[in-house]
């Protein structure tokens, strides 16, 4: 079974510019959350989707958002960048079982670069 | 709310000896507890998890875990350490809206 992809795997913008990452989560696996990574802040959770809706979010600004399609892919989008932005995007994919999210799966990540 | 804990920044081991990574947690429920593995530039790699059951879990890799609700842990410990197992180590609590610790950076002496 293909792992979860995640493209570009990086990614070099300019501030005020907005970016779109782009997550396919592992096959069968309804579940897609978004984590950024930095040295200062470490692994923070951005969101979650289920079923193309959001069902939790964590504590980022408005211009950080996401979707989710019907084949379970999902996208986040970063508004008005940012230098502080700049981190490695990370995607994980898991299975539901009832209301429970079972182990999450993670990609490679997108490096994002603001200058 | 929930939050981890990991005490150690960084830990240098010598090639062949054991292992001990600590990882305290604060849970209002039972926890779903992971650990996962990065290397440098990648994404993160599930060593083990621990759902419910036996309190002592074997991951992938020679590595194993016990949790201790008394103490509210979830050390991994691998008996001997090869130079390959070089990265930073993250402890992560929850399902829905995971949260990890800091990380330890383990670092591997010939």
């Known amino acids: 079974k293909a792992g979860v992809t995640q493209t570009p795997r990086y990614l070099i913008k300019t501030r005020g510019q907005q970016v779109t990452l782009s997550c396919s989560p592992i096959s069968g696996h309804r579940s897609v959350s978004w984590y950024q990574q930095t040295p200062g802040q470490g692994l923070q959770f951005l969101f979650e989707y289920f079923s193309e809706t959001q069902r939790n979010k964590g504590n980022f600004p408005g211009r950080f958002s996401g979707r989710q399609f019907s084949n379970s892919r999902s996208e986040m989008n970063v508004s008005t960048l940012e230098l502080g932005d700049s981190a490695l995007y990370l995607c994980?994919?898991?299975?539901?079982?009832?209301?429970?999210?079972?182990?999450?799966?993670f990609g490679p990540g997108t490096r994002l670069l603001v200058l | 709310a929930q939050s981890v804990t990991q005490p150690d920044i960084h830990i240098t081991v010598s090639e062949g000896a054991s292992l001990e990574l600590r990882c305290n947690y604060s849970?209002?429920?039972?926890?779903?507890l992971f650990w996962y593995v990065q290397s440098p530039g990648q994404g993160l790699q599930l060593l083990l998890k621990y759902f419910s059951g036996d309190t002592l879990v074997q991951g992938i890799k020679g590595f194993e875990a016990e949790f201790k609700r008394s103490q509210s842990s979830f050390n991994l410990r691998k008996p001997s350490v090869h130079w390959s197992d070089a990265a930073e180590y993250f402890c992560a609590v929850g399902y829905n809206d995971m949260r990890f610790g800091a990380g330890t950076r383990l670092t591997v002496k010939p």
């Open positions: 994980a994919s898991s299975f539901i079982r009832g209301q429970t999210q079972e182990t999450q799966y």
């Open positions: 849970y209002g429920a039972t926890p779903y």
